[in-house]
């Protein structure tokens, strides 16, 4: 497995198909003939989140600007590949004295070693604990829109109601790497609230955090931004 898309790591040379280019990391694979896996992907920046008109939701929250061209894998894999499972995750905050009930998650992302797509999409909201992602609130397994890589995930009717306070939401992409290959979440260059997070608890990447850390110190900043890319929609009350 390879970690990521990336225009510069410190594990890939770079392969051109097209306007992606691709990491070729030195990770070794679980079993022999296997492609191997990276954390980092570069690609074409998309500038922000998919912009999906419905109903009367409005922007609550977005994180998406000053795209870096760097996503961050954060992907379910088939049972093969269960050691190299990641999830990324960044915070947001619920103003004081109001609620949101959030009725859409849009993730710009890209696909590499593969051109996906995405069986479905998870979306995880967590409680924020010391400044990492804490006590899950919930989680919703949707097939949102899908442009290359970008989705804009609808969360249903009833939505995902939050009071004020801090939390985080992780984006993370059901795909089987031997017929889609991997997701990279796009980072931002600007950093807001707290940096990003990520985790990969089965290890198979080799560079530590089985449980959340900050995601820049457990890959070690190689061009990416230090959060991910999303917009929250819905409704505030």
Same mark, same amino acid.
């Given at each position: ?31 022999? /003939? *296997? ?7 570069? !690609?074409?920046?998309?500038? +922000?989140?998919? &912009?999906? =008109?419905? @109903? ?77 992602? /804490? *006590? ?7 097939? !949102?829109?899908?442009?290359? +890589?970008?989705? &804009?995930? =609808?969360? @249903? ?81």
């Amino acid at each position: 497995m390879r970690l990521a898309h990336s225009k510069s790591a410190r594990i890939f040379g770079a392969v051109t198909a097209g306007a992606v280019a691709v990491t070729i990391g030195a990770l070794a694979a679980p079993s022999a /003939g *296997a492609a191997n896996h990276t954390v980092r992907v570069s !690609g074409t920046s998309h500038g +922000g989140a998919a &912009a999906v =008109k419905g @109903g009367s939701s409005t922007i609550l929250f977005q994180n998406a600007t000053d795209d870096t061209g760097v996503g961050i894998v954060s992907q379910n894999f088939e049972t093969t590949f269960d050691q190299y499972d990641a999830q990324g995750a960044d915070d947001f905050k619920v103003p004081k004295g109001h609620t949101w009930k959030i009725k859409e998650v849009d993730a710009p992302g890209v696909y590499f070693n593969g051109s996906g797509p995405a069986t479905s999409e998870t979306v995880y909201f967590y409680k924020n604990s010391s400044g990492l992602p /804490g *006590a899950l609130v919930k989680s919703k397994t949707k097939t !949102g829109g899908d442009t290359a +890589g970008t989705f &804009a995930i =609808k969360l @249903g009717r009833k939505g995902v109601k939050l009071s004020s306070g801090k939390y985080w939401v992780s984006v993370q992409a059901n795909m089987d790497f031997s017929t889609g290959g991997e997701w990279g979440w796009e980072t931002p260059a600007t950093q807001t609230g707290l940096a990003a997070a990520w985790q990969n608890p089965g290890g198979g990447f080799g560079v530590g955090c089985q449980t959340w850390g900050v995601m820049q110190t457990c890959l070690g900043a190689q061009g990416e931004g230090p959060d991910f890319e999303f917009t929250l929609k819905g409704v505030q009350s």
